[in-house]
T-cell receptor, first 111, second 113 residues
Framework: GEDVEQSLFLSVREGDSSVINCTYT??????LYWYKQEPGAGLQLLTY?????DMKQDQRLTVLLNKKDKHLSLRIADTQTGDSAIYFC???????????FGKGTMLLVSP | GAVVSQHPSWVICKSGTSVKIECRSL??????MFWYRQFPKQSLMLMAT?????????EQGVEKDKFLINHASLTLSTLTVTSAHPEDSSFYIC?????????FGSGTRLTVV
């Protein structure tokens, strides 16, 4: 099977930058995704990156992709308390039109 | 983007009863929908792929007779947890894949008492 690995917990102060890391397994993945899940809610697509890109920036979010190392990161600039949530990276499941997820990184932002 | 509505948001049921969860694709005709299960502090695990007009495809270890999936139309898939037990308590989420990518429902928190 395929495993997507993430660190489980990150704590930052409001206003700092947060960096959430992920390693994936399928080098043929065309897209890689970041989702946000607030308590008791479904998943909200935050951003995605196409595999031929090294970086993508979308307002406070910056995604970096290192295909050689199969490493994906999500940087949140000026982190706010409302950013506290669980963040999942995901890649398409080989042979399926669905996704395989990491275990999620819980981001806790303190005032 | 695609809009997915999932109902109910939460349900409490007695052990031994059955519970139906609905997943609707509001603005997109979804021939395929996906059902996930999430235990506390765990990742999402794919349970089954729901195919319109045909049988669902279940992942290894998921009991098809316990988790009945019906995808009778292009906009509705249902997941019925039959003879629910406390160990079935979990967060169930559906998803569709469209031109806008993967869209998830808001999830259903099932608690079996």
């Amino acid at each position: 099977g395929e495993d997507v690995e993430q660190s489980l917990f990150l704590s930052v102060r409001e206003g700092d930058s947060s960096v959430i890391n992920c390693t994936y397994t399928d080098s043929s993945s065309t897209y890689l995704y970041w989702y946000k899940q607030e308590p008791g809610a479904g998943l909200q697509l935050l951003t995605y990156i196409f595999s031929n890109m090294d970086m993508k920036q979308d307002q406070r979010l910056t995604v970096l992709l290192n295909k050689k190392d199969k490493h994906l990161s999500l940087r949140i600039a000026d982190t706010q308390t409302g950013d506290s949530a669980i963040y999942f990276c995901a890649e398409p499941l080989s042979g399926y039109s669905t996704l395989t997820f990491g275990k999620g990184t819980m981001l806790l932002v303190s005032p | 983007g695609a809009v997915v509505s999932q109902h109910p948001s939460w349900v409490i049921c007695k052990s031994g009863t059955s519970v139906k969860i609905e997943c609707r694709s509001l603005d997109f005709q979804a021939t395929t929908m996906f059902w996930y299960r999430q235990f506390p502090k765990q990742s999402l695990m794919l349970m089954a792929t729901s195919n319109e007009g045909s049988k669902a495809t279940y992942e290894q270890g998921v009991e098809k007779d316990k988790f009945l999936i019906n995808h009778a139309s292009l906009t509705l898939s249902t997941l019925t947890v039959t003879s629910a037990h406390p160990e079935d308590s979990s967060f169930y989420i559906c998803s569709v894949f469209s031109d806008y990518g993967y869209t998830f429902g808001s999830g259903t928190r099932l608690t079996v008492v």
